[in-house]
Nanobody, 116 residues
């Protein structure tokens, strides 16, 4: 299991931007498929975005396409989520995820609140 630590969350007005970061402890970080998920109050955790090991392929939930961008820096063992044009419905706890084979690790989560 790899340790993941998210940062960059907070309170932002609708239409604003935030960038989340997720730093990994594992030196084999470049082997992992990385992703972001979120969970709003009273709802199940949902997929937001994922990026493959070398960053040349990414996938997004329909709800964030065109607004969010996932990227990674393997030298820094960090994955990012650039969030633009934020909406109140983006309010949630955001979780970083790392997958490799049967290994599936989660960060502790970070709050993002978008005010209207």
């Amino acid at each position: 299991q790899v340790q993941l630590v998210e940062s960059g969350g907070g309170l932002v007005q609708a239409g604003g931007s935030l960038t989340l970061s997720c730093a990994a402890s594992d030196r084999t970080f470049s082997s992992y498929t990385m992703g972001w998920f979120r969970q709003a109050p009273g709802k199940e955790r949902e997929f937001v975005a994922t990026i493959n090991w070398n960053g040349d392929s990414a996938d997004y939930a329909d709800s964030v396409k065109g607004r969010f961008t996932i990227s990674r820096d393997n030298a820094k063992r960090t994955v990012y989520l650039q969030m633009n044009s934020l909406k109140p419905e983006d309010t949630a706890v955001y979780y970083c995820n790392a997958k490799y084979g049967l290994s599936d690790s989660w960060g502790q989560g970070i709050q993002v609140t978008v005010s209207s």
